[in-house]
């Protein structure tokens, strides 16, 4: 949320009246030149070819623009070191735009029809990004494949170079290399090409970013210098293409009259839908960009929706005021966190520079040679092709970097929407084909290898474990779509075929991210083919929208035969029920496995009987220090976080142990102890006890222990080695 104008005030008079003053406008005077200069170059490019007489109102659109931008979002941003202007693919869709239109006519018209085109694609992008921003939206374009943002601005390095040499004059049509060799040719473009590389080189040797505003009014001096030496005037010079030409007169804002209106070619502007829908989704994808690079340069996460209200904003404004919108520049902002200048007052600082250029007008744009601004059009490209192209080699693998590749030549060659789309439907066919590689099956067991939480009895317990290979249980994991479905079906159909054949397929969607209606095709077609063979099919966590699916595209009779649980423990129990059923009602069960079955449950009967033997000896050696407690089926014998007053020993009936999301953890039966650690001191409960059906309990109090542990120390003694026992009986089950 935008702070309210007065904290807004006061925070600005305290940076101004602190330490922050100095790097503030240390670093939004160097911003400011750059930026100013970056502008500049910007308006050149759009207002150039039929619109170059109209130059000087052109780039003054521009800077205002810039002005706008610089001054809102560092006012409104979650940053406050903020430094925003135009995005450089932002321009280079404008330069795109102004060189489409068609306007038949005379060059008034065409510019008043560029210009609107701009107002209209600044305004369009600030509502956009004011509705990202408002419903809050940020999330659903915050994460970009990197492989397509990798193009994106690898296209934009390739335009960038491309056009600092169209400015120069050089284009593949219209020289040869023989004739750039030309002295009047090589006099337009050599100053600009060794200005470029040679930042480049300084940068990469030096890391100062005093070098770019420092280079650049040394060289501007230099440039002026030469041509006064040689004898070149500078009306010569802008007549040349040396220099900025401008035909304003008088004062240059605003740039245009209302009465203008009248030129406007509405049919080239309703032509012109494509490139401002591209205007917003490359500015869309710019803020994105330019926000994550910040965001891990400075260690900070920002409030994203907040980052497009304030772009929205600054959009909208710059757009009625004819100037083109913008975002925060990480290239810029950057600088802030570098030189301790993380203050808004360092985006004031750079909005007022630039506004002040807005201003002078002619006075100042007349004095800018055109190589310097070109030649720092090259060093930007150049600094995006190493950093993508190059670099780029070593740290992507080779199918992400051919797909970056792929889109920066689809952006220089057919437009940056069209880039982006093709990257983006690579992207996800490549997604699409990787994700159908990873195996839904994140677990498979049968009731053999584990079993659920309720208590058995010892007759059931031998059944399960013989006959536990009947019931094929799968946990599933992530997206269940068209192109993952049929490796899942193919496993499931195998299990079918299995000997000995499955009474009962657990399936657990807990994990399930979601399915498609592919997905749920291919389920139904496997119910089909598990009722075939007798099987039931048991649903663990499926969602209202696959029981509804499910429902809709399956016969009542095959639908029937499906059973729906709401967690894997209620699932596996219930597949245990049907194991169990389908063993007792088979009148011709075999003999040898009823003998085996029956030595089984000898041994563990036995077992189980002198457990009780101990424990109804014990409880009745106890029962003097003991309190006998009633609870009735549904009645809650702990609940969780309620303190315990003693131990209870569970002496008749059954209750289950359940954890704060209410899934079943064990049961208890009689011979169990509920919460042993009750029985030393305070203790809250970790989990909720609940009767099954009526149940007793005995309550052995702490006052209680403590006497027994003083007079009767053989009789605790046994308590605590029992105690052990049930323990590791719990910790066994859960």
């Known amino acids: 949320m935008r702070p309210p104008l007065k904290n807004l ?37 759009v207002f150039s070819g039929p619109l170059a007489p109209f130059l000087s109102q052109g780039t003054i659109m521009v800077l205002f623009g ?35 239109i068609g306007v038949e006519g005379d060059a008034v018209a065409r510019f008043v029809t560029t210009a609107t085109v701009v107002i209209i694609g600044a305004v369009a992008t600030g509502i956009c990004f004011l509705i990202v921003g408002h419903f809050r939206l940020a999330n659903l374009i915050r994460f970009i494949p990197y492989s397509v943002a990798g193009g994106f601005i690898a296209g934009t390095g390739v335009l960038l170079c491309v056009a600092a040499l169209s400015l120069m004059g050089v284009t593949a049509e219209r020289q040869t290399l023989p004739s750039l060799l030309e002295p009047d040719v090589l006099w337009r473009w050599a100053p600009g090409v060794a200005y470029g590389f040679g930042l480049v080189l300084a940068t990469k040797r030096w890391s100062n970013h005093f070098i770019l505003p420092a280079s650049f009014l040394l060289i501007a001096m230099l440039y002026h210098l030469v041509l006064a030496g040689i ?46 829908l591209t205007l917003i989704v490359v500015t869309l994808i710019a803020v994105a960009m330019h926000l994550s690079a910040l965001e891990l340069a400075v260690n900070q996460e920002f409030e994203w929706n907040r980052e497009f209200k304030a772009a929205g904003g600054a959009g909208v404004i710059a757009g009625l005021g004819a100037g083109p919108g913008g975002s925060l520049i990480f290239t810029f902002s950057i600088l802030s966190n570098r030189f301790g200048a993380e203050t808004r007052l360092t985006g004031v600082v750079t909005a007022l520079l630039i506004g002040s250029v807005v201003l002078l007008g002619d006075s100042l744009l007349n004095l800018i040679p055109v190589p310097l601004i070109a030649g720092m059009l090259l060093f930007l490209g150049l600094g995006l092709l190493d950093e993508w192209i190059v670099k780029g080699r070593r740290r992507l693998p080779w199918i992400e970097y051919a797909i970056l590749l792929l889109i920066a030549a689809t952006i220089v060659s057919l437009g940056f929407l069209e880039g982006v789309g093709v990257g983006m439907l690579i992207t996800m066919v490549f997604f699409a084909v990787r994700l159908s590689r990873v195996d839904l099956i994140e677990a498979s067991y049968t009731a053999r290898e584990r079993h659920s939480n309720r208590s058995r009895s010892i007759p059931d317990r031998a059944i399960l474990r013989a006959e536990g290979e009947r019931i094929q249980a799968y946990r599933l994991r992530g997206y269940v779509f068209f192109g993952s479905v049929g490796p899942l079906l193919d496993r499931l159909r195998q299990s079918l075929d299995a000997t000995p054949r499955p009474a009962c397929i657990l399936l657990d969607f807990g994990a399930v991210s979601g399915f498609d209606f592919s997905a749920i095709n291919g389920l139904c077609r496997f119910m089909h083919a598990a009722q075939a063979v007798g099987a039931r099919v048991v649903l663990s966590a499926a969602s209202e929208k696959l029981e509804n699916g499910l429902e809709r595209n399956l016969p009542s009779a095959v639908h029937e035969n499906l059973l729906f649980e709401p967690d894997a423990d209620r699932a596996l129990e219930r597949c245990e029920d049907i194991v169990l059923d389908t063993w007792r009602s088979d009148p011709a069960a075999d003999e040898d496995l009823g003998d085996a079955l029956l030595e089984r449950v000898v041994g563990d009967m036995e077992r189980h009987l002198d457990r009780q033997v101990v424990f109804e000896d014990m409880v009745d050696e106890l029962r003097d220090w003991l309190e006998a407690r009633e609870y009735d089926a549904g009645e809650a014998l702990v609940s969780i976080g309620e303190p315990q007053k003693g ?35 305070a203790h809250a409960a970790e989990t909720a006890m609940i ?14 222990r403590l006497w027994l542990e003083e007079n009767e120390e053989q009789l605790i003694v046994k308590l605590y080695r029992y105690l052990l026992t049930i323990e590791s009986r719990e910790h066994g089950h859960s």
């Open 231 to 276: 004898g070149v005037s500078g009306d010569e010079a802008r007549a040349a293409g040396l220099l900025f030409a401008g035909t304003a007169e008088g004062g240059l804002w605003h740039p245009f009259q209302s009465g203008d209106v009248t030129h406007v070619d509405w049919a080239a502007v309703a032509a012109q839908f494509p490139n401002i």
């Open 691 to 704: 009767a099954d059906q009526p149940c007793r309990t005995m309550m052995l109090t702490p006052a209680a």
């Open 9 to 45: 005030i006061t925070e600005l008079r305290t940076d101004v009246l602190s330490g922050n003053l100095f790097p503030a406008l240390s670093v939004g005077l160097v911003v400011g030149v750059i930026g100013a200069a970056y502008l500049i170059s910007v308006g050149a490019l």
């Open 647 to 681: 131990l209870q020993l569970l002496t008749k009936g059954q209750a289950s142990a359940f954890d704060s999301s209410g899934a079943r953890l064990f049961q208890c039966g009689p011979g169990d102890a509920v919460e042993p650690r009750g029985a030393f001191g």
């Open 66 to 100: 810039g002005f706008v931008v610089c001054l809102w979002i560092a006012l409104t941003s979650g940053y406050r070191g903020a430094l925003s202007m135009t995005a450089v693919p932002s321009s280079m869709v404008l330069v795109v735009i102004a060189s489409t």
